[in-house]
T-cell receptor
Framework: DVKVTQSSRYLVKRTGEKVFLECVQDMDHENMFWYRQDPGLGLRLIYFSYDVKMKEKGDIPEGYSVSREKKERFSLILESASTNQTSMYLC????????????FGEGSWLTVV | GESVGLHLPTLSVQEGDNSIINCAYSNSASDYFIWYKQESGKGPQFIIDIRSNMDKRQGQRVTVLLNKTVKHLSLQIAATQPGDSAVYFCAENINNQGGKLIFGQGTELSVKP
């Protein structure tokens, strides 16, 4: 089975802190994604990556950055956390360049106070 | 803009009945569709997918129907069980846009015992 692991399930951070959300997948997938999920807004794509050291902005990249130093690992970085970044963050991965299933991790609940 | 939408935000069914969850999409270039199930506090879980060269695909207790003429996708769950209670999302992949998916808002399925 495909496994996408998000290391932190629940985090509470203070405004202005730098936050790292880590994600690892074990299926040698080329593509990795970071989404956030908010009530009434659904899933919104923050950043994605098609290969090591590659990154592309999604629909809502402001306030975030990413890092992909190894194929299996994709990190989401909040440079200076703000309360409007309180959300559930979902990492996902898929193979290939066209139309393949995206597999999700269990999510990281981030609260910024 | 182009988006994936759902006809009903909530659906309540009796245990043992069949459930039908509908989804409309507007992009005729979409070539791959996925249904996800998301239980409370968890990440989306892959249920079933279908490519645009098919109009029906069956899994275990689930069937996905694709009508490209009217850009409509549906998920049918046979003999619905309490464990099927969750939010169901459809997602579409637009041809030649890599692995990115566009997600609908979701339908909450509630199964009454």
């Amino acid at each position: 089975d495909v496994k996408v692991t998000q290391s932190s399930r629940y985090l509470v951070k203070r405004t202005g802190e730098k936050v790292f959300l880590e994600c690892v997948q074990d299926m040698d997938h080329e593509n990795m994604f970071w989404y956030r999920q908010d009530p009434g807004l659904g899933l919104r794509l923050i950043y994605f990556s098609y290969d090591v050291k590659m990154k592309e902005k999604g629909d809502i990249p402001e306030g975030y950055s990413v890092s992909r130093e190894k194929k299996e690992r994709f990190s989401l970085i909040l440079e200076s956390a703000s309360t409007n970044q309180t959300s559930m963050y979902l990492c996902a991965s898929s193979s290939g360049m066209t139309g393949n299933t995206i597999y999700f991790g269990e999510g990281s609940w981030l609260t910024v106070v | 803009g182009e988006s994936v939408g759902l006809h009903l935000p909530t659906l309540s069914v009796q245990e043992g009945d069949n459930s039908i969850i509908n989804c409309a999409y507007s992009n005729s270039a979409s070539d791959y569709f996925i249904w996800y199930k998301q239980e409370s506090g968890k990440g989306p879980q892959f249920i079933i997918d279908i490519r645009s060269n098919m109009d029906k695909r069956q899994g275990q207790r689930v069937t996905v129907l694709l009508n490209k003429t009217v850009k409509h996708l549906s998920l049918q769950i046979a003999a619905t069980q309490p464990g099927d209670s969750a939010v169901y999302f459809c997602a579409e992949n637009i041809n030649n846009q890599g692995g990115k998916l566009i997600f609908g808002q979701g339908t909450e399925l509630s199964v009454k015992p």
